[in-house]
């Protein structure tokens, strides 16, 4: 069966990105909620047009995702402070620049691949000498085989820049549109080729993936008392958290 999917690259402005995410101590209390929603976000949102922002929340986490697309080159690294100090909840503040390496999806998908409801960021630290291969593995091998399956439509893939360094090198910010896609044959397949073993030898391949919701489709498509033990959700951002199970 032929794969279905198309490969491409993204230039101009999806070409830069700029990753910001936010972690709680716990998930008890909406404290961290009401102050990323209210003074976080509207602070991101200053100096980029209407549209630019994507916003993503994993409740069991505690921890926010935005993908802000860049227009234009920032002249200054965007500091990760300067508004209003957040609560004592904050636990993780990351902020950094994407440059883009790519971007595959599927053929039976369009543009709008970037608005699914889920993604699944996949961080690695690559060191220097083995980007090369690590590049060529996961664009000729691991993404193809990952997009045979139907709910795995798109994975764009950035090299990461911080004011200070980043915890990674590189990630793959894969778009799904149902987590079934992370228990799939395929994705059994693509983690389990000779390639990807020999990268796992070199004992630097540790791979950090988390799970982040868009959330206005999650809000949209959960029924409104299943997540805050019968409080009405509008708006994931505000809504009280689960614990992980």
Not at 30 to 59: C, E, F, M, V
Not at 103 to 130: G, K
Not at 161 to 188: C, F, G, I, K, N
């Amino acid at each position: 069966m032929t794969a279905v999917m198309a490969s491409h690259t993204t230039p101009g402005p999806r070409g830069t990105v700029l990753f910001d995410i936010v972690s709680g101590t716990d998930c008890k209390g909406i404290a961290l909620d009401l102050w990323y929603s209210n003074r976080h976000i509207p602070a991101l949102q200053r100096g980029h047009r209407k549209g630019a922002l994507r916003r993503y929340a994993a409740p069991a986490r505690s921890s926010y995702l935005c993908v802000v697309e860049l227009d234009t080159e920032p002249a200054t690294f965007p500091a990760a402070r300067g508004h209003d100090a957040p609560p004592a909840a904050l636990a993780e503040h990351l902020r950094f620049i994407g440059r883009a390496l790519g971007s595959q999806q599927r053929m039976d998908h369009d543009e709008r691949s970037v608005d699914a409801p889920i993604v699944y960021p996949v961080f690695f630290r690559v060191p220097a000498a083995e980007v090369a291969e690590f590049n060529r593995w996961y664009d000729t091998e691991h993404v193809p085989m990952l997009l045979a399956n139907r709910h795995w439509v798109m994975c764009r893939r950035f090299a990461l820049e911080a004011a200070q360094p980043p915890p990674w090198t590189h990630v793959a910010l894969h778009y799904l549109t149902d987590l079934m896609a992370l228990q799939s044959a395929e994705r059994d397949a693509a983690r389990s080729t000779p390639w990807r073993q020999k990268l796992e030898a070199g004992g630097w391949f540790v791979p950090e993936n988390r799970i982040y919701y868009r959330t206005h489709a999650f809000a949209e498509h959960t029924p409104a008392k299943s997540l805050a033990n019968g409080v009405p959700i509008h708006d994931l951002v505000n809504a009280p958290k689960q614990c992980p199970i």
